[in-house]
Each structure stands twice: as C-alpha cells, then as structure tokens.
C-alpha cells in the first residue's frame, strides 16, 4: 500500500469517475493524504459529485506519472464529515482554503476511499500489480 500512498504523493491529481443515474462522469480531483489506510479528498456538498457519491458510493479514479505509469484504484466513497481531516486539508491546502476559506464552512466535506483495489501498470512489459488496503 505504501506504494499506491507514495505513487499519489508524487502525482496529485486524479480523474474520479461516479455514476450518474448509470452513466459514468469523470472529473479532475485532487489527493490530499493518506491515514491509516485511507485515501483522502474534498468537494463540495452543493456540488453534482457529493450527490453522486450518496446516490452510490461506488467509484474509481486514475492518475499518470511523467514517466506514464498508471495508478488505477476501485472502491467506495466512505463520506465522513471529520473536522480534524477538514483542518488538515485546509492548513495544509492553499488552494482548498482559498474557495472554502475554513474547514468550519458547512459546504466543505471530505471523503475516503478506504476499502478498495489498485493497479499500477506501466509501459515496461513487467506485469501489472495489484493492492488491496
């Protein structure tokens, strides 16, 4: 697992896909930190992708090195409202404090994917491995 935590590290920005009535919607997100096994991001209440993540909390994001290896990673959505994540992001996050301004703001929440699978597969021939955390 360290290795998907590390991977991430490097390479921020991911493409999470939810499920919209069944049809797939794809957008850009950014990984915070992983804690005790569990990966961490941030939206918004009021927007399309929180509502998605209620409706089914199934989904799966991307990401891509430079050097275009791939992380791939399954799992659910865990929509925990911890005020000590939303501190850390927003200290830690100029970009997350300049829209939310304080982790105390009531549109601001954050997720975990905390069950799930990756897969890291790059262009090298060597076979594509797999996590579970």
């Given at each position: 697992m360290q290795k998907v935590i590390d991977f991430l590290s490097a390479?921020?920005?991911?493409?999470?896909?939810t499920s919209d009535s069944?049809?797939?919607r794809v957008r850009p997100f950014?990984?915070?930190?992983?804690?005790?096994?569990r990966l961490w991001f941030c939206t918004a209440r009021s927007k399309e992708t929180f509502a998605?993540?209620?409706n089914d909390?199934?989904?799966?994001?991307?990401?891509?090195s430079p050097k275009m290896?791939?992380?791939?990673?399954?799992?659910?959505?865990?929509?925990?409202?911890?005020?000590?994540?939303?501190?850390?992001i927003i200290e830690n996050n100029g970009l997350v404090r300049s829209i939310y301004g304080s982790a105390e703001n009531p549109d601001f929440t954050v997720f975990s994917v905390d069950h799930g699978t990756a897969f890291m597969f790059d262009f090298s021939g060597n076979p594509p491995q797999s996590f579970s955390f």
């Open positions: 390479n921020t920005t991911v493409f999470l896909a069944g049809a797939a950014q990984f915070q930190f992983a804690e005790n096994g998605q993540m209620q909390p199934r989904l799966e994001f991307a990401c891509m290896e791939t992380l791939r990673v399954k799992g659910q959505a865990n929509l925990d409202d911890d005020m000590a994540i939303k501190r850390r």
